[in-house]
């Protein structure tokens, strides 16, 4: 009996007893788990592995498996079987992430199933470069940048009305379409809002915390 | 048309079907065939019979084909051995193919297949992938090292692999050098004591330059190992801190909590004076907080991370405290593990705020939510002295809802008030009592017997009400029963004319009736105590209790401190060591903070620096658990002569006869060990005479440097070592190194308490050794030990003990006792504290 064979009876016998854990062991072997939908996606580890890796890693790759299939669910994944295996294969080395780039892995590993004839595929220079998130010599007719702003805004308040926390958490989501690979500033402007709201410009709005994509240069930001 | 219909084949002859679609000339058939199998394989049906047609079709030019052919190798390889030799020689030709991905898959393949004959062959091909022109192919080719050494660890080292692992640090390309770092911390995890990491300033510049340009994944690796060097000094330290703070900004919250792993540690080096402490601290606060915007799984990992970091240092996150609030779709183990970090953050400042929320907490619908929040009520009246009155009047509000989980667990709560402040809230008690008939769970009747008990002089009807209780003695569970029999104690020490006949039966319910040992023991003290000397037994019982500490579920220091070395695994999230959950020795490398090294100010802590080990290194401990150390476990050693020896040659005979029978059973064969009253100790303080004695003869000077001059003499003495870890001594911590000062010799300790209880009693044995070394007078720890005091101690050692030839040769075992256990270490002590400084060799 194989170990993952351990999980579901595992998962089910805790589920029963109302003892859920998000970590569960059997004989040694620890399981770290998400469930997507109504599937599991289960690492396995024997070792005091980094928890937070294994967690993010099993998120990225549903989001990489809904990219391919649009759906992730049950039966995408034995449509795909093929292509799991081979983005499998990508994703991961002897336990180690490698590349997790749904952009880059399309360019070469394609949802047909490629035919790639000898002496003319090559690695693309992108899976291994510092900039592992485009790749090089794009070309577009028009360039254009589209910019998507998603709030997400949390508001505690007691019985009494009074507000405890609140707090937005933004994402700015660009699709550039810019040709060749340069170098992005974005600035926030809060002047433009206050001026039309005619409210002071004493108070600028305070990011607490920001996190970036892979692609910001964290260093230079930070100098900044 | 979709992969899903290689599933559903389940005719009769199916593996003679596929076998001769494997050998079809027309290549879609043959691919749609390998399909197939591997279809059958993931569904774990047993397709290894058709292992020498699928190998055929591994010499193919589509990438795809060759994909499968592969992972079908990689499953069936070890159940067909002498087969996966044929497969050798296309993976060694596919090495050589002009396409990269060919080369680096091949090379991925060949070392997933754990077959020891494969392996030989994959030597050599590796060796040029590991120089391969293509970065793609390097990277593979560095996992792949680790891969080998999984299998054959003595194959990598004997063919030079891991010489060429260390090189691609240095490597031109990010991703190569991240996985080589990867793999090069895998192995060496195996290899706790090689230095295959051999960080060093240049290496680690090396890795904070990668760090910038490699993948998320890669920055993690690098990060990890990062945590495991030990900067040289303050201004290391700080440089690196530098350079990995920009990383508290990435989006992968695994990559943040990494970089909080490192500056964790490495702020432990910082002076708190510095600016630059301050600005961290201060810095570290924003990422933390964001990681709870992050999915519920990485959500739950970074709490019980902070969970550690507001216990190492509260100050980071004291003024967050509403980010902890919970949130109505809150997963609830991420709302159990926020509750408990709310309760370490409460202060005075916010209490009033944090007892609004629990008191709104306990009206939820979760049982074991509300549960943990009225026991957080009560956590915080023990914490926050001032809130104290209020949290007790929330709890009775809480009582009057008569939900029945909600009253229960209010009562065992309010029990440790009245431990905490005792006297001060008793009118309560009557609506306590009020409730008495609804509970039902052992832990609240025991604490409602334990408060009926407590102040039964003050409750008219204390006796009916613990009457109640005893019609079904033999139904309740032990520690109901327990708390009735010392509560009818106390309430016959109080009201002794109305409660005999009570006292009577639960004594003889308790002795006669029952099977478990420790109530019939416990009941029979009782008895007897009553029965010989009832003004003792009430002085016994009776007696003024300690009150209960602020913070009862403090993780141990030392734990914490190593567990901060694991922050973001396993260990971090269960609270324990990984040697506790991770099965064998492998990868369980005790590591500990590093001691603070400061580069400018070397005179400022001259007792830290040097005391502790290299982070990292195993500590020497007994390293054979044979014999020797059972006879040392059966020595019950007594408690030391307290106050200073009386007489001279009484001394040592007291010791003996205080250290007990054992000493027999360790000196047995050579009992003119005993008989001999040779050295003995003055207290330190009646000796600073004879300071200037140089050579002198006689006893006196011989423990002149108790003294503490140690100079005199000029002898060579090694910096302290750390010979007891806290970890292994339940947080006695033992450091210490040999010195010879003008013919004498000692063995100077430093005894640290690293545990949350004072310890007392302290006493110190050797094992026989090989030059019959042995303690010259009792240790001597005058005072108790708080809690992170330290303490220097001097003990003279003679040559007279029990000789016994050790491996090696200047090993000693020492065992040491205090009031919480026996301790035992090894230790080697350098040869030259035994030579004579006049040069002649002595006769033993």
């Known amino acids: 009996m194989s170990t993952i064979e351990h999980f579901m009876p595992l998962l089910m016998q805790r589920e029963e007893e109302g003892a859920l854990t998000l970590l569960l062991s059997h004989g040694g072997v620890h399981f770290l788990w998400i469930k997507y939908s109504n599937l599991y996606l289960v690492a396995t580890t024997l070792k005091n592995v980094n928890a937070s890796l294994v967690y993010s890693f099993l998120y990225k790759t549903v989001e990489i498996f809904s990219e391919y299939f649009k759906e992730l669910e049950e039966e995408s994944i034995q449509d795909n079987s093929v292509i799991i295996y081979e983005l499998l294969d990508e994703l991961m080395d002897f336990s180690f992430p490698q590349t997790t780039d749904s952009k880059i892995l399309q360019e070469y590993i394609t949802q047909q199933g490629n035919k790639l004839e000898v002496g003319k595929s090559r690695v693309l220079p992108t899976v291994t470069s510092a900039v592992s998130w485009c790749s090089e010599g794009a070309r577009y007719k028009k360039n254009e940048v589209f910019i998507d702003v998603i709030e997400l805004v949390n508001l505690l308040v007691n019985a009494n009305g009074s507000v405890l926390l609140s707090e937005i958490v933004g994402t700015i989501k660009p699709k550039v379409f810019l040709s060749g690979m340069p170098e992005l500033q974005l600035g926030l402007n809060d002047h433009v809002l206050f001026e039309i709201t005619g409210q002071s410009k004493n108070k600028p709005v305070e990011l607490e915390d920001v996190k970036f994509h892979q692609c910001a240069w964290l260093s230079r930001f930070n100098n900044d | 048309m979709t992969d899903s219909k290689y599933f559903t084949t389940t005719k009769k002859g199916e593996i003679f079907e596929l076998k001769a679609e494997l050998n079809s000339d027309k290549k879609e058939k043959k691919k749609e065939a390998v399909k197939k199998v591997i279809a059958s394989m993931t569904v774990g049906k047993d397709v290894s019979a058709l292992f ?574 044979g014999d020797l150390l059972g006879d040392l476990l059966n020595l019950d050693l007594g408690p030391p002569v307290s106050g200073p020896p009386l007489a001279t040659s009484s001394v040592q005979m007291g010791a003996v006869d205080l250290l007990g029978g054992g000493l027999d059973s360790l000196m047995g064969d050579e009992p003119e060990g005993i008989g001999a009253p040779n050295f003995v100790a003055p207290p330190a303080a009646t000796v600073p005479a004879n300071l200037g004695a140089p050579m002198g003869s006689g006893l006196s000077d011989l423990f002149d440097l108790t003294s503490g001059v140690g100079t005199l003499s000029g002898s060579y003495v090694a910096p302290k070592a750390v010979w007891l870890p806290a970890m292994k001594a339940k947080g006695l911590e033992i450091s210490g190194t040999f010195t010879r000062q003008v013919g004498s010799i000692s063995m100077d300790l430093q005894l640290t308490n690293k545990a949350l209880q004072v310890m007392t009693d302290f006493a110190i044995q050797f094992n026989r050794n090989s030059f019959g070394l042995a303690p010259a007078a009792p240790l001597q720890v005058h005072a108790p030990l708080s809690p992170n005091q330290t303490v220097e101690i001097s003990l003279p050692l003679n040559t007279v003990g029990s000789v016994m030839k050790m491996e090696p040769l200047n090993n000693l075992q020492v065992a040491v006792k205090n009031n919480i256990d026996v301790f035992y270490f090894s230790t080697l002590y350098p040869l030259h504290i035994l030579f004579v400084e006049d040069g002649k060799m002595g006769e033993s």
């Open chain 2, 52 to 625: 020498p047609d699928v190998v055929n079709c591994m010499q193919t030019d589509n990438l795809e084909l060759k994909k499968l052919v592969y992972l079908y190798l990689m499953n069936y390889a070890k159940s067909q051995p002498d087969m996966a030799i044929m497969a050798v020689n296309t993976f060694v030709k596919d090495c050589e193919d002009p396409n990269p991905l060919i080369r680096a898959l091949a090379v991925r393949t060949m070392g997933c297949i754990r077959v020891d004959k494969i392996t030989e062959y994959l030597c050599e091909p590796l060796r040029k992938c590991l120089k391969d022109e293509d970065p793609y192919v390097r990277k593979t080719a560095a996992v792949c090292v680790a891969k080998l050494h999984d299998i054959n660890a003595q194959l990598v080292e004997d063919q030079g692999f891991l010489d060429t692992l260390k090189d691609l640090i240095s490597d031109s390309n990010p991703m190569v050098v991240a996985n080589a770092v990867a793999a090069l911390s895998e192995i060496a995890e195996s290899h706790p004591s090689s230095n295959l990491l051999d960080l060093n300033p240049q290496s680690i510049n090396k890795l904070l330059t990668a760090l910038n340009e490699c993948t998320e994944w890669g920055q993690i690796f690098i990060l990890d190992c990062l945590a495991n060097y030990t900067p040289k000094d303050d201004r290391e330290a700080q440089s690196i801190c530098e350079r990995v703070t920009p990383r508290l900004s990435h989006a992968n919250s695994a990559v943040v909590l990494s970089a909080v792993k490192v500056l964790m540690k490495f702020m432990e080096m910082l002076s708190k004076d510095l600016d630059y402490y301050g600005t961290l601290l201060k810095k570290l606060a924003p990422p933390l907080v964001t990681l709870l915007s992050a999915e519920p799984e990485l959500q739950y990992v970074a709490l019980r991370n902070i969970n550690l970091i507001v216990q190492k240092r509260p100050e980071i996150l004291k003024h967050e405290m509403k980010v902890f609030f919970v949130k109505y779709n809150d997963p609830i183990y991420v709302k159990l593990e926020k509750l408990d970090i709310m309760i370490r953050l409460a202060s005075q400042a916010n209490i009033a705020q944090v007892l609004a929320e629990l008191k709104e907490y306990a009206t939820e619908v979760d049982v074991d939510f509300v549960r943990k929040a009225v026991r957080a009520i009560g956590r915080c009246a023990i914490k926050v002295e001032q809130s104290a009155e209020r949290c007790v009047s929330t709890l009775l509000d809480l009582i009057q809802t008569k939900v029945n989980y909600v009253v229960q667990e209010a009562i065992v709560v309010i029990k440790d008030i009245f431990r905490k402040y005792p006297n001060k809230y008793e009118s309560v008690i009557a609506t306590l009592c009020e409730n008495l008939d609804s509970l039902d769970e052992p832990e609240a009747r025991a604490a409602m017997i334990w408060i009926v008990g407590e102040y039964a002089e003050r409750i008219d009807n204390a006796d009916e009400l613990l009457e109640s209780f005893l019609e079904g003695f033999h139904d309740e569970s032990t520690q109901v029963q327990l708390q009735l029999l010392t509560a009818i104690v106390k309430l016959f020490l109080k009201k002794p004319t109305e409660t005999q006949e009570l006292v009577q039966q639960v004594l003889s319910l308790a002795t006669q009736d029952s099977d478990n040992p420790d109530l019939r023991d416990r009941g029979y003290i009782y008895w007897r105590l009553l029965s010989t000397d009832p003004v003792a037994a009430k002085e016994v019982v009776l007696a003024e209790k300690p009150l209960i500490s602020e913070e009862t579920d403090l993780i141990e220091p030392t734990l914490l401190d190593e567990l901060i070395c694991y922050i973001g695994t396993l260990a971090s999230v269960y609270h324990k060591p990984p040697s506790a959950f991770v099965e064998g020795g492998r990868g369980v490398v005790h590591k500990s903070l590093p001691p603070r090294t400061a580069s400018s100010e070397s005179t400022e802590s001259p007792e830290m620096a040097p005391a502790g080990a290299p982070p990292g290194e195993q500590l020497d401990v007994i390293p054979t658990q």
